[in-house]
């Protein structure tokens, strides 16, 4: 098991939403509030040693939920990019581990978030999500993965990586990400969510969102 005290978070917030044409779709209201904060306040009371967001441009406060923000300038370099900004400052702290997560991601559960601590047993561990079928974020990374993330370009390293790394599973339902206007509506049908306005938090200088 590795230590949640010395594992920093990091939660991809950064992307175009491209196939979301009615704005960022971490912006978009799910219960309450919006996408993109669920996971940072399902996450909240878990003492990591640090909390960091890479964002590009969203109003979400996530610092307000504890998170540093580090932002992305380069969205052509991928998510890549945006895993090496934050693996680097985790290496920086002297984490034993980084769970990296994704703030489409809206129904992921600290308890889910415990049992991949649990599973991960050494320090080049490699932990990640399941539905049963398909491995996906969130993943949790040891620290003798670190220069391996940060020297990515791609998508693919990543996903060969977890492939072959253990694979924690959890009801479907906790691992929808939400890429499209469909996406979102299916889920909301899925929890009796009616879409309705959102008080939305002012904005903050160095925050945005995925």
Do not use: C, W
Request: charged share 25%.
């Amino acid at each position: 098991m590795i230590d949640l005290e010395k594992t920093v978070l990091i939660l991809l917030a950064a992307g175009r939403s491209s196939r979301f044409p009615n704005g960022n779709k971490l912006e978009q209201e799910f219960l309450g509030r919006p996408v993109g904060l669920h996971v940072a306040v399902a996450l909240e009371d878990m003492p990591f040693l640090d909390r960091i967001a890479v964002v590009d441009g969203s109003t979400l406060d996530y610092g307000a939920h504890g998170f540093r923000v580090i932002h992305n300038d380069d969205q052509a370099a991928g998510m890549s990019h945006s895993v090496g900004l934050g693996v680097a400052e985790a290496k920086r702290l002297g984490a034993e581990a980084v769970l990296i997560a994704l703030a489409d991601m809206p129904r992921v559960t600290a308890a889910h978030i415990y049992r991949m601590l649990d599973a991960a047993d050494s320090a080049d561990a490699v932990v990640a999500s399941s539905d049963g079928a398909h491995p996906r974020p969130p993943a949790l990374f040891a620290r003798e993965r670190f220069d391996f993330l940060m020297a990515l370009e791609g998508d693919e390293g990543a996903r060969r990586m977890v492939r072959a790394g253990r694979h924690v599973v959890t009801a479907r339902a906790e691992l929808v990400d939400i890429d499209t206007p469909e996406d979102l509506e299916r889920l909301r049908t899925l929890v009796h969510s009616p879409p309705h306005s959102v008080a939305r938090p002012s904005p903050t200088i160095g925050d945005a969102g995925v």
